[in-house]
């Protein structure tokens, strides 16, 4: 049981560099999310995806793009990397409006 | 500015003991109020929700309280566990709403 996949685990990038963030799930779920997560401050929505198509900013979506490949795929991209985009990033999916299981997080750094 | 507020940072209990945790909210349209807990290393995972037609929800060793005259709601961990340190993380939102709105965390510590 994968359920949500999140890859590069660690990525340390310089400012200014592009890089994608992939995500999967493999539990046939409509809606996806991508969150970040700094000290002290929770969890913050970037991006959701209710449904294969249909993409929608969250709280934090400034420096960001998302793409929703297919159902199982939803993908975050940072076009030029700025050191206020250091943070743990999640993504996560459910059936609900809620996200319900998250992946293990992208851990990235930028220099 | 956050819309949900928890408390506390972190707490240290023996194991036995009831770790309680609290939020406090202003949004008068959240109707959804979910609480996760996370391991070190791992993502969050739903842990126990509630909606504002209920005072109390109990799921094992978890319990919510919801104060909705207060817009307060607390997660008490009954007879705590090591096992059970974590970081626990309030939410809210309204229910067919896709933004959930989450409180900083409390870092949670079962002694032995």
């Known amino acids: 049981n994968a359920g949500v996949t999140q890859t590069p685990k660690f990525q340390v990038l310089k400012t200014g560099q592009s890089m994608t963030l992939q995500c999967a799930q493999d539990?046939?779920?409509?809606?996806m999310y991508w969150y970040r997560q700094d000290p002290g401050m929770g969890l913050r929505l970037i991006y959701y995806?209710?449904?294969?198509?249909?993409?929608d900013k969250g709280e934090v979506p400034n420096g960001y793009n998302v793409s929703r490949l297919n159902k199982r795929e939803f993908s975050l991209r940072l076009e030029s990397a700025a050191p206020s985009q250091t943070s743990v990033y999640f993504c996560?999916?459910?059936?609900?409006?809620?996200?319900?299981?998250f992946g293990d997080g992208t851990r990235l750094s930028i220099l | 500015q956050q819309q949900v507020k928890q408390s506390p940072q972190s707490l240290i209990v023996q194991k036995g003991g009831i770790p309680i945790i609290n939020c406090a909210y202003e949004?008068?349209?959240?109707?959804?109020f979910p609480w996760y807990q996370q391991f070190p290393g791992k993502g969050p995972a739903l842990l126990i929700a509630?909606?504002?037609?209920?005072s109390e929800k109990k799921e094992g060793r978890f319990t919510i309280s919801f104060n909705k005259s207060a817009k307060q709601f607390s997660l008490h961990i009954m007879d705590s566990q090591p096992g059970d340190s974590a970081t626990y993380f309030c939410?809210?939102?309204?229910?067919?709403?896709?933004?959930?709105?989450f409180g900083a965390g409390t870092t949670v510590t079962v002694r032995a």
């Open positions: 996560a999916s459910s059936v609900t409006t809620e996200p319900q299981h």
């Open positions: 539990m046939n779920h409509n809606s």
């Open positions: 995806s209710a449904s294969e198509g249909t993409t």
């Open positions: 949004n008068t349209a959240f109707d959804y």
């Open positions: 509630i909606r504002p037609d209920v």
């Open positions: 939410a809210a939102k309204p229910s067919n709403d896709y933004k959930l709105s």
